[in-house]
């Protein structure tokens, strides 16, 4: 019994030592996460206001631009940048942040950067959420095999000069 007694206790041993390993290990991963997420502000993303965009200093010149662009006082990074209805958008905001804090982290963005496609998508889709009824037209015009991006004529409109080079592939 004695040889039983042991084995099961050295078992044990062991046990404690491995939950003691996996705890330290989810301790420290839990801390740089929390380090991580304070440092980042991250309860900041959860809002719409566009300093957010900022907080990253890879978009101070996109947010500098749109402080002086012409849709400056009508709309912020959200309105253009990301579906209107509610899970489109907190869906695009976590695949966004997600992609973005990789690239950040990385250091593996091309810069000045450029949109993606299915972001340029949803750009062109708030440029006809407000203005569809103007370019109606325009958009339906007979012979017209693709749709005309709206930033193909309008790079600059809510940007400004100084971001309008890194979009020019929309």
Same mark, same amino acid.
């Given at each position: @019994?004695?040889?039983?007694s042991?084995?099961?206790?050295?078992?044990? /041993?062991?046990?404690?030592k491995?939950l003691?390993a996996? %705890?330290?290990?989810?301790?420290?991963v839990a801390?740089?996460?929390?380090?991580?997420?304070?440092?980042? +502000?991250?309860? *900041?993303? @959860?809002s *719409?206001?566009?300093?957010? !965009?900022?907080? !990253?200093?890879? @978009?101070q010149?996109?947010?500098?631009?749109?402080? +002086?662009?012409?849709?400056?006082?009508?709309?912020?990074?959200?309105? !253009?940048h990301?579906?209107h209805?509610?899970?489109g +958008?907190?869906? %695009? +905001? /976590?695949i966004?942040?997600?992609?973005? *804090?990789?690239a950040f982290?990385?250091?593996?963005?091309?810069e000045?950067?450029?949109?993606?496609p299915?972001?340029?998508?949803?750009?062109q889709?708030s440029c006809l959420?407000?203005?569809?009824?103007l370019?109606?037209? %325009?958009?339906? /015009?007979?012979?017209?095999s693709?749709?005309?991006? !709206?930033v193909h004529?309008?790079?600059?409109?809510?940007?400004g000069?100084?971001?309008?080079m890194? *979009? /020019?592939?929309?």
């Open positions: @019994m004695r040889s039983v042991a084995a099961r206790q050295r078992g044990l /041993a062991g046990s404690t491995l003691l996996l %705890a330290a290990l989810l301790g420290i801390g740089v996460g929390s380090y991580t997420f304070v440092y980042a +502000k991250g309860l *900041s993303y @959860m *719409s206001a566009p300093e957010v !965009c900022a907080n !990253c200093h890879i @978009m010149p996109q947010y500098e631009s749109w402080q +002086k662009s012409s849709h400056h006082a009508v709309a912020g990074c959200v309105d !253009c990301l579906p209805d509610f899970v +958008k907190y869906m %695009a +905001k /976590a966004n942040g997600y992609h973005h *804090s990789a982290t990385l250091q593996n963005f091309a000045p950067i450029v949109i993606k299915e972001n340029s998508r949803i750009l889709e959420n407000c203005h569809g009824e370019v109606h037209q %325009a958009l339906v /015009a007979p012979g017209r693709e749709q005309v991006r !709206c004529c309008h790079l600059t409109v809510g940007h000069e100084r971001a309008a890194g *979009s /020019a592939r929309q």
